[in-house]
């Protein structure tokens, strides 16, 4: 489809270190032709990138998760192919086209009065890619896996979620932050809010969100709503990490009891390579198991990891972190 570089073995072969007797994961990973594919095939996650920042610098926020996708491919790609790690049952789609939108908001000098607007523009557009893309995939009795850019393609996964199963859809979203600012241009702040608008979006739960970054009018527009909840950092940091586990388990719970999404926002792992890095927040450890125990749920829909955010130092730490999460999430055939 226009707009999306679908990948082949030839896309990825040049990352892919082998090694004798061993088989590594890259190697193997299903690839489709196109989308119209994906119906036919036995596997029954699709994997795919949005490499991309335009979101997050249209919400004032640091470049750089644009590169998380390539970093994570570098990784996950170069992991052991063994009886707990899955790559057969993946295909290998490809990525959002995000060049053109890259190069085009480059463009736009932060000096012009419609700086944002014009950055919201672009994310719009993006939007609109990544919502077909999760439609198609969960149409075809799939489960996509979605790295990103920033956590605007929150939109974009749950349009394309709700379209495909032709209802609102429920939402868990483990984030610093609620990203329910209000839908002015878009960014990566307020892709929920805006799915709440367009009605999209069922019940929506944050899980470990931070209390010095949330306006107070965001949190009095949770407190007045009988769909969206949330659980903070502050009071969570206070418990053992088993009652962090049953709280967990009761919001998945809850969510679960309809058809829903996995939202895993970086800045919420403590001192994790992100575009609003903190040094408060979950263990990555404990983020591990949040993910693992959603993916046994038979009404998940797809998983989103987002806000990663690379640099030349962190980019071995953040590839292994994002290869960790998603073989986390195939750990069951």
Not at 69 to 94: A, D, E, F, H, R
Not at 100 to 105: H, Y
Not at 168 to 196: E, K, M, Q
Not at 240 to 268: R, T, Y
Request: glycine share 8%.
């Amino acid at each position: 489809m226009e707009g999306f570089k679908i990948y082949n073995k030839k896309s990825v072969s040049g990352i892919i270190s082998t090694r004798k007797g061993e088989s590594k994961f890259g190697e193997k990973v299903g690839f489709a032709n196109n989308l119209e594919e994906l119906s036919q095939r036995k596997e029954k996650y699709v994997l795919f990138g949005i490499p991309e920042d335009i979101g997050v610098r249209a919400n004032l926020g640091k470049a750089g998760t644009a590169k998380a996708w390539n970093t994570c491919l570098k990784s996950l790609l170069n992991i052991q192919t063994n009886q707990y790690t899955y790559p057969q049952n993946v295909i290998l789609l490809g990525e959002v086209d995000c060049s053109q939108f890259m190069s085009k908001a480059s463009n736009i000098g932060e000096e012009d009065p419609n700086y944002l607007i014009k950055l919201g523009e672009l994310v719009s557009q993006i939007d609109e890619i990544v919502a077909k893309v999760v439609e198609e995939i969960i149409s075809a009795g799939k489960i996509p896996l979605i790295i990103g850019g920033g956590h605007n393609n929150a939109y974009g996964n749950i349009k394309g979620a709700s379209i495909a199963v032709n209802s609102p859809v429920n939402v868990l979203n483990i984030d610093a932050h609620t990203d329910l600012r209000t839908p002015d241009h878009r960014h990566s702040g307020n892709g929920f809010s805006i799915a709440r608008r367009d009605k999209y979006l069922n019940k929506y739960r944050m899980f470990g969100i931070h209390q010095n970054y949330t306006p107070d009018y965001i949190f009095k527009q949770i407190d007045s709503s009988t769909q969206d909840e949330y659980q903070l950092y502050e009071h969570l940091m206070l418990k053992s990490s088993s009652e962090i586990n049953k709280i967990f388990q009761q919001e998945l719970d809850l969510v679960a009891q309809g058809k829903f999404g996995l939202e895993l926002d970086c800045d919420a792992i403590r001192n994790f390579p992100s575009s609003a890095k903190s040094p408060g927040g979950f263990s990555f450890t404990s983020v591990r198991r949040f993910v693992s125990l959603a993916s046994k749920e038979e009404n998940i829909l797809y998983l989103h990891l987002c806000e990663a955010a690379p640099t030349t130092s962190t980019e071995n730490k953040v590839g292994k972190a994002l290869s960790y999460l998603i073989t986390d999430f195939l750990n069951h055939p």
